[in-house]
Each structure stands twice: as C-alpha cells, then as structure tokens.
C-alpha cells in the first residue's frame, strides 16, 4: 500500500513554514529589525558553514543526519517488534533523562491523544507511556507502587550507559521485577537502548539477555529523537516512525543548499544569531498548540547543551550562547505576556502555530443578553486560540518586538519529523556561526562528577575531597 508520505503533492501540502517577516525592519522598524543587505552579508559565513557541516558529515561525525536514512530499515524491525509485542503489556515505562526522554515526550504529547494514558479507547490496544525524566523520590514511588509490573515493559535509554538517573531506575525497578516475578522474568520486562561498543549498560543487556537496540556513535543524546532513543517508545504507543523519518528526510532536502534565501534552516539560524550578538540573546519558543508544548522543551535541551559554550573551536573563552525559553499559548499570554511587550528589549520569539488542529471544537452559545460574553457563542475554540496567536503577535510588532512564526499544517509525524530535523540543522549552523562545537556538553560534567564522588563511585575519589573542600556557608545568609 502506498504511504501517504509518497505523494509529492501531499508532502508539500504539509511543508513546514517559517514566516521571518517580523524580523525586518519593515515590520518592527529600523531600530530592532533586518534589512535584506543584513542577510546577504552573512552568505558567506553561512557557505563555509554549510562546507564545514558537509565535512563533519562526511568524516562520520553528525550522523544524526543520516537517521532519516539509514533508520528507514531500523524503523521496520523497531515497528515489527513494537507490533508483536505492545498488546502484551499495559504499560511501557522509558527510563533515561534529557535527550533520552524530552524527544519521547515531544513526540508523546504531540501525536497521540492529550489523555492517552486515561482513555482506553484513544490507545488502540497499545500500552500507557510513563516518562519520568527524573528521579524524585516522590513522583517515582508513585509510579512503582502503581504499575502492575507483570503487564510492564521498562526502557532504559542511556548513550553513555551510565548516567545515574536511568541507572538507579533500572537497578530499582529490576529489583522490583525479581522480587515479584523471579530472575527469568528480567528480559521480558526490560530493554536497553545504548551504545553498541561502550558503557555498562551494554555490558549488562547482554548479560541479562535484554533486546537491545543500538545509538549510532555520533548520535548525541539531544540529537537523538529519530534513532532508536526517540523510535522505539513512540512505535511501542502506535506512532507511524516512518512518517517521521520520511519529514525528516524531507526537511533534509528542503535544506540541502548554502542559499540563506532558500534554506529555512539557516534563514533562521543567522537571524537568531544576528539578534543574538544585537542584544536579544532570549528567544522564546511559544507554540499556539498544547500538543507542541512539550516540543519547546526539547528545543530547549538543544540549544541550551549545543549552544551554551565557553570555549570557540580555536580554544579561546566566548562564553556564548542564547537562552531558550518555552512558553506556551495562549496560556502564557497570561503569565508572560506583558513582560515580551514592555519588559527590555532582549527576546525573539518564535511562534509554533497549526493550520489544522485534529478536532474542531464550537463554543456554545448562551447569555445572549450579556455582550462581553456572548460574542463567543458559535465560534470554535480553533478561531479563539488562532486568534489569540495572530492578535499577540500584532501586539508584539506594534511595540517593535522581533518575533517569527513556524506553521505547522497539521500536526503529524511528517510535520514533527520535519521540525526536529530542520532546528537540528539550525542548531548545527548557529554553532558554526559562533565557531563553537555544538556537539558536546562539558560544562554538565563537573556537576556529575561531584554527585558521583559523593555518592561513592569508583575513581572518583577526588571529586569527593574537593566536594568537602567546598565553602562553608555564612550562616547569616541563610534566613
Ligand atoms: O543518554 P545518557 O548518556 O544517559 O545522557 C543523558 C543526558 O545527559 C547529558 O549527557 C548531559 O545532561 C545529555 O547530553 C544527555 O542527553
């Protein structure tokens, strides 16, 4: 049968659009916007760039761009297993934390039902999701103590093989497993998702006999959503993955050109940077979309860890880097709202809307008699919240605010695969414009190494001696 992601017309009628308008100065005015001649004098930097990424490609060192195609066989097999095997759990639970768990999220919140673990019918058969991301004591007991562990399935995602959240999660639950199923039931319950040639985790899947699948070695966790990491939990609760990675791959031509005027990618990438090195370093992800809400965060682990960095590629201090910031509409027009309008002029914000939202809800009518309210009756809740997006973005332009606009046409796996491969690119290219390494993530490791000394690991004696090195405290600080 053929798939709806191999019809060209239908393709392009779900392309991906992002709307720069609002980031010229013939909108928002000469004072904060870009002209024409601003975009054109960074081609340059940008084909060196685009070279540079071409390279590092070529020398096996971004292969999260190969996912789109060298997954397309990896997705089947993923699919299959995922097919012979969700009906028989009611619940699969992923163990792993930041680019093992916010693509999963992302891809949770955005393509299944909004209470799909509360509503049988919108499951189809297959298991509830459970992502904690994290290891509070609290909200992690609760998810234990609930889960009937016989009908449980637990992923456990870590490229490293070690990160301590999942780990502590993995030793917990398995413990869980013996103690009420016995030894034999480990490898029915758990699979790995890991490095194939390092870390403990491969280590111990094999030894348990756990079905593992693999992290491709240039796969960054936060680069990650299209390979197993992000694949397996979205196949095992009835995602299409391959029309994720068919947006994906769509997106990947759509942006194989060093033409700024013709890549989205990189038309969006210079101008955050642009605004960046103007004074605007925030910018804002705000989807008009709850089901994209969960896409702002894992925009925010991308650029956070990518473009966060010390150190230029030559070695020096540049302490660079935006902040990401998600908000969501129309909620946070009442909470953030005012402070994008009249607070100092350091943000972009960059809206994710939907043409076409998957239901059309009408508002009903009533108060006839009360006109502040029943103006409302007989519109949909589709026009209310499209109208929110438009009427804020106006208000942003009308107090000179850059701010730009991603449309989704519907929100699917093509759409979302196109997004996540298009802010990778963009992510890729910001980083060559900042000369950094937008691949690594050292400044997270110290923090590790602290927690790991105290916590008593094996060679990390160390960390444990400068951790009880550390200032003491002024008591009169702390009231
Ligand atoms: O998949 P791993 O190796 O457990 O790492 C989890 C996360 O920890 C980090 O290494 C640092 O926070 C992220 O880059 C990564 O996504």
């Known amino acids: 049968m053929t798939k709806r ?3 060209l017309s239908w393709k392009e009628s779900m392309r991906l659009k992002l709307d720069v ?3 010229f100065a013939a909108t928002i005015g000469e004072e904060h916007g870009y002209t024409k001649k601003d975009i054109d004098a960074m081609q340059e930097r940008v084909t060196n760039g685009h070279q540079a990424i071409k390279e590092a490609k070529a020398a096996g060192n971004l292969d999260w761009m190969d996912l789109p195609y060298n997954h397309k066989e990896i997705a089947k097999e993923i699919k299959e297993f995922a097919e012979e095997n969700r009906e028989k759990y009611d619940n699969f639970v992923v163990f792993g934390i930041g680019g093992s768990a916010l693509g999963n999220i992302a891809v949770q919140t955005a393509l299944n039902d909004p209470y799909y673990n509360l509503k049988k019918e919108a499951r189809n058969g297959c298991p509830r999701l459970f992502i904690p991301d994290n290891v509070d004591p609290t909200r992690l007991k609760s998810l234990l103590d609930m889960l009937d562990l016989e009908k449980t399935m637990f992923n456990i995602i870590s490229k490293s093989g070690g990160t301590a959240e999942p780990m502590s999660q993995f030793l917990t639950a398995r413990a869980a497993v013996i103690k009420e199923l016995g030894e034999d039931a480990v490898a029915d319950h758990f699979i790995a998702t890991t490095s194939k040639d390092s870390g403990d985790l ?3 899947a094999k030894e348990e006999g756990i079905k593992t699948f693999y992290i491709p070695k240039t796969v960054g966790g936060r680069f990650s959503v299209l390979s197993p990491v992000g694949l397996v939990s979205a196949a095992f609760t009835g995602v299409d993955i391959e029309e994720l990675l068919a947006g994906a791959e769509y997106m990947d031509q759509i942006c194989d050109t060093d033409d700024v005027w013709k890549n989205p990618a990189y038309l969006n990438a210079v101008l ?3 605004a960046d090195q103007d004074g605007k370093p925030m910018s804002v992800m ?3 979309s709850h089901v994209l809400k969960d896409v702002a965060d894992w925009y925010r682990q991308m650029w956070a860890e990518s ?3 010390k150190f230029n590629r030559q070695g020096e201090v540049v302490n660079v880097g935006p902040t990401p910031i998600k908000a969501l509409g129309a909620t946070d027009q009442h909470s953030q709202a005012q402070l994008y309008m009249e607070g100092p002029y350091d943000k972009v914000v960059t809206f ?10 009408e508002i009903a009518r009533g108060y006839e008699d009360i006109d502040g309210v029943s103006y409302l009756g007989g519109h949909t809740f589709n026009e209310l919240i499209t109208t929110e997006k438009k009427a804020t973005e106006l208000a942003l332009i009308d107090n000179n605010r850059l701010n730009c606009t991603v449309t989704f046409p519907e929100v699917n796996a093509f759409t979302l695969g196109q997004f996540f491969y298009m802010y ?9 414009l900042y000369n950094i390494n937008a691949f690594d993530q050292p400044g997270v490791e110290l923090g590790k190494q602290y927690a790991y000394g105290v916590l008593g690991r094996e060679g990390y004696d160390h960390m444990k001696e400068q951790f009880d090195a550390r200032p003491k405290k002024d008591e009169n600080l702390i009231l």
Do not use: C, H, S, W
């Open 21 to 23: 308008n609002n980031m």
């Open 202 to 204: 491969i280590k111990i």
């Open 5 to 7: 992601y191999e019809d």
């Open 307 to 309: 473009l966060g960095k």
């Open 286 to 288: 705000m989807p008009y």
């Open 352 to 361: 994710l809307e939907v043409e076409k939202f998957r239901e059309t809800l």
């Open 424 to 432: 990778e690119m963009t992510t890729a290219l910001i980083g060559e």
């Open 272 to 274: 955050q940077y642009l």
